[in-house]
């Protein structure tokens, strides 16, 4: 990696991606020169410890870039639309954790693994994917790469920690209320904005984000866009169906997917993904050894396993897919594209 250090920006460092953003800056060593924290007026004045070292939060403001180098964004929509083209002119590129411009086609939707290329093209800013998206495009990429995608159906099995730091709190609580045997009321899952609200504890809700008129969720049809930009493939034929589950951490998905050529044997899809880039191979169904979100949780890998043929068409197989929501599905990405603009000369 570079001798050279760089003035980072964390934007949102009191939230839970915030934290792990910093706890991943930490482990990989990034070359920090100066760090500036930051975070809403509400939060400013706090003291976070970082290597040893107190930095006091200051309020995200425009001038707050001044002398950014790289400012990593996970404060909400609503502050990376209002804050990111600021840092950007001061200077600064942005790798943003939000949703407000993945979808922008002047904006590189970046998994390291499988489109590092894209950041040539950035314009200061650059997207971090969905923490859904992430994990099953690592786990897609390779079998793309050598048979050709056709068509994916995907089930997603979503933990609540997906919803921030309250939602976890409601789960505990419900889980509480309900064994003691007293009464709650669900005040966020599943959609805090939607109308109504349902038990997540000891259930199952088929709903992450609200409607959009054709029927799927924002969080189905994100991922669908963004599997489709993220791969370069405008043509594939893919459905989501997204399901929060009351688990804290980690992202689970049922995967079906129909290669263009070829109908490779299962072994021969884990010799493939045995050695691909941020995939941990957990696939021995004889000894009960498979990917599951208790074991994925505060680990950087994309983990799969269940790999198994259709037994009605010859070029179709199924697997499972688990991953840290808060990692690989967000810190540890974003951290992983700033070590790709350092590896490309583009920092």
Known sequence: MSQKSFHVAVVGATGAVGQQMLNTLSEKNFPIKK??????????????????????????????????????????????????????????????????????????LVVPEVNEGDLLKHNGIIANPNCSTIQMVVALQPLHEKFGLKKVIVSTYQAVSGAGAKAVEELKEQSRSILNDESFEASIMPCASDKKHYQIAFNAVPQIDKFEENGYTFEELKMM??????????????????????????????????????????????????????????????????PMPALAAGLPDVFVGRIRKDLDRDNAYHM???????????????????????KLNLL
């Open 35 to 108: 760090l500036s924290l930051l975070a809403s007026k509400r939060s400013a004045g706090q003291v976070i410890s970082f290597n040893g070292e107190s930095h006091t939060i200051q309020e995200a403001t425009p001038e707050a870039f001044e002398g950014v180098d790289l400012a990593l964004f996970s404060a909400g929509g609503s502050v990376s639309k209002a804050l990111a083209h600021e840092a950007v002119k001061r200077g600064a590129i942005v790798v943003d954790n939000t949703s407000a411009f993945r979808m922008d086609p002047n904006v590189p």
């Open 225 to 290: 866009n963004e599997t489709k930009k993220i791969m370069h493939l405008e043509n594939l034929e893919i459905a989501a169906t997204c399901v929060r589950l009351p688990v804290e951490t980690g992202h689970s998905e049922s995967l079906y997917a129909e290669f263009e050529n070829g109908n490779p044997s299962v072994q021969e899809i884990r010799e493939l993904l045995k050695t691909a880039p941020g995939i941990t191979l957990q696939d021995q169904p004889e000894d009960q050894i498979y």
């Open 320 to 342: 499972w897919v688990v991953s840290d929501n808060l990692l690989k599905g967000a810190a540890y990405n974003s951290v992983q594209i700033a070590e790709s603009l350092i």
